[in-house]
């Protein structure tokens, strides 16, 4: 393909951005990006580190896949992300390439920029993860001479991957000699296929049965597959035999992944299991200030908890939104505010757009349990109406500005401690797992709260849904 026609294509998935992300998104994000070609590659610089890193991680899979559409499929088709200019330290950004081809772009492009080692002393310690952290720490000092399984469990983005790296490199850096292997359970299911497939069995079980400590991440990738828990079974026996440790993490309880074998699951459940929980707001502030200050950064302490208290769910999401910020104060070249964190982050509390209303959470609420909305501002004591109460103060705690004493107003005059008790009732269930139980008509319903909420959260915005 000529140079003439390969410009034309770079102005094309330009535009084709632009007209996806809209005209704000594009301008935050874009505004100051070049799109040139080099041979088949796509070349987009910017001139500062954070949209760059920031582009990688959302949307070199567009960027890629509208560039390979233009251009056919070529051998050499890729994508690059180039940081210039006077905003970025020489060697601050490597390129990010998005790898093309039969790679997934953008994960690739995305994990070569924020490929970092998750260490235990980097892990912030709440009553959400003191156990977790106490286990996994006391597991690499002892080198697994105190206990020989430990499982973690619990749900995205809770720092399962951040311990269980965390507790290998412990090991690693206490003795170099110690072999300590660390391997998803995807790559384990892969490599056993593979090694089945090409008659290398042996070599197989030589790399997993010989180290000293194995770690798993995400085991559950392992239920449904029959021939890998029972290959897994075995490795772990051998390991066991020979007073070696294990470490795995799962995103649920050992007991709950569905189609695990009976003997694995006794075997996971003999060791040492505990989990890791959504953080508490204390928590998640500290770990926004930890976060920060790893990336230079020191935010006022109003900014820290406006964030901490909107970005709830995980640790993930935290430092999502963290990097969302810093990249947007330091484009529009502003101080890290509480109006700048709330703009940045507008895309990010759904969810909680600015236009969102007590009224309208009521409404999905009231819908969702089949009360009606005076029922909801009543004084009824009635079970289904006062969880729909519960629910409606807690997602305007999540989803908007409300003060306890505002929501108690918008729910018909109740107290601001009647409206504290039931946000705090909501949210302990939520640490647990636990369900709630409503009536509709005649019909008794049942639902895990957090899919309850995520239900009721995408009714609630529209770009969601
Ligand atoms: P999971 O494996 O449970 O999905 P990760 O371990 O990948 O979650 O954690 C998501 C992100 O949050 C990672 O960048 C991790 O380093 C960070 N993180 C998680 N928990 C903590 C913590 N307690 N302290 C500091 N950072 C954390
Ligand atoms: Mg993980």
Same mark, same amino acid.
């Given at each position: 393909? #000529?140079?003439?026609?390969? $410009? ?21 994000? @874009? ?32 960027? @890629? ?23 970025? $330290? ?32 980097? @892990? ?14 006391? /597991? ?76 798993? #991440? ?47 699951? #006794?075997? /996971? ?18 770990? /926004? ?143 647990? #797992? ?18 309850? /909420? ?12």
């Amino acid at each position: 393909m #000529d140079s003439v026609t390969t $410009a034309a294509c770079c102005e094309q998935v330009r535009q084709c951005v632009q007209e996806r992300l809209g005209e704000s998104r594009f301008r935050t994000w @874009f505004e100051d990006a070049t799109f040139s070609p080099e041979g088949e590659v796509l070349v987009v610089q910017v001139n500062n580190h954070f949209v760059g890193k920031w582009i990688a991680a959302n949307y070199l899979d567009d960027l @890629f896949s509208t560039w390979r559409e233009l251009l056919g499929h070529g051998e050499r088709v890729d994508v690059r992300i180039v940081v210039s200019g006077p905003g970025s $330290a020489a060697g601050e950004c490597p390129p990010v390439t998005a790898g093309g081809r039969s790679r997934r772009p953008s994960s690739h492009g995305s994990r070569s920029l924020a490929t970092k080692s998750s260490e235990l002393d980097d @892990f912030v310690v709440g009553p959400c993860n003191a156990m977790a952290f106490a286990a996994a720490s006391t /597991l690499a000092r002892s080198c697994g001479r105190a206990f020989k399984l430990l499982v973690i469990h619990g749900g995205v983005g809770l720092g399962k991957t951040h311990l269980i790296q965390g507790v290998c490199g412990s090991i690693r850096r206490g003795d170099a000699t110690v072999e300590c292997r660390y391997i998803t359970g995807e790559q384990f299911t892969n490599e056993f296929i593979l090694a089945l497939r090409s008659g290398r069995i042996d070599q197989f079980r030589m790399r997993f049965r010989n180290v000293d400590v194995l770690a798993i #991440d995400d085991i559950h990738f392992l239920a449904d597959k029959k021939g890998t828990q029972q290959e897994f079974l075995h490795t772990y026996n051998a390991l066991d035999l020979g007073g070696r440790a294990v470490v795995l993490t799962s995103d649920r309880h050992p007991r709950t992944i569905a189609r695990l074998s009976e003997p694995l699951i #006794d075997r /996971l459940i003999s060791g040492m299991v505990v989990s890791v929980e959504a953080p508490d707001l204390a928590t998640r502030r500290e770990i /926004l200030a930890r976060m920060a200050s790893k990336r230079d950064q020191t935010l006022p302490d109003e900014v820290l908890d406006f964030v901490a208290t909107h970005v709830t769910r995980n640790i993930r999401e935290l430092e999502g939104a963290l990097n969302t910020l810093i990249g947007y104060a330091a484009l529009s070249h502003a101080p890290i505010t509480v109006d700048v964190a709330r703009t940045a982050l507008r895309d990010r509390f759904v969810q909680a757009g600015p236009g969102l209303q007590p009224r309208d959470i009521e409404r999905v609420v009231a819908q969702h349990l089949g009360v009606s909305a005076e029922q909801l501002c009543s004084r009824s004591r009635d079970r289904t109406v006062s969880l729909a109460r519960a629910l409606a103060a807690f997602l305007m705690r999540r989803h908007t500005d409300l003060s306890y004493p505002e929501i108690g107003r918008a729910l018909g005059k109740k107290n601001h401690s009647t409206v504290l008790m039931a946000t705090q009732r909501m949210e302990k269930l939520l640490h647990r #797992d636990g369900e709630v139980t409503w009536k509709n008509g005649a019909e008794l319903h049942h639902s895990p709260l957090r899919a309850m /909420l995520e239900t009721l959260e995408r009714q609630l915005s529209p770009a969601v849904a």
